[in-house]
């Protein structure tokens, strides 16, 4: 099991910026890749961004010069740096983490933070 906690969400300007966390902890030495996704009211869950364990990332066409995914494997910690906020950027965002054992490959979730961009 691999458990994961967000924070960092809040109210933002457009314009702005805001710096995710996700806290890891269970299975840690078990991870592979990790990952940011996001969702709106009345829509699907969205890829943003996501890196390996070796340091690969991935983003969303929709972030990319914006956003910058970043893991500490010291800590356990990724992180999701927002720059230049968008309000179509508003939505619930979920951490990510995949591990597999035993040929049977698991996902995990956290619990999500809102992140809001309004003047």
């Known amino acids: 099991q691999v458990q994961l906690v967000e924070s960092g969400g809040g109210l933002v300007q457009p314009g702005g910026s805001l710096r995710l966390s996700c806290a890891a902890s269970?299975?840690?030495?078990?991870?592979?890749?990790m990952g940011w996704y996001r969702q709106a009211p009345g829509k699907q869950r969205e890829l943003v961004a996501t890196?390996?364990?070796?340091?690969?990332?991935n983003y969303a066409d929709s972030v990319k010069g914006r956003f910058t995914i970043s893991r500490d494997n010291a800590t356990n910690t990724v992180y999701l740096q927002m720059n230049s906020l968008k309000p179509e950027d508003t939505a619930v965002y979920y951490c990510?983490?995949?591990?597999?054992?035993?040929?049977?490959?698991?996902?995990?979730w956290g619990q999500g933070t809102q992140v809001t961009v309004s003047s």
């Open positions: 269970g299975n840690i030495f078990s991870i592979n890749g």
């Open positions: 990510n983490a995949d591990r597999v054992v035993s040929r049977t490959k698991f996902n995990y």
């Open positions: 890196i390996t364990r070796g340091g690969s990332t």
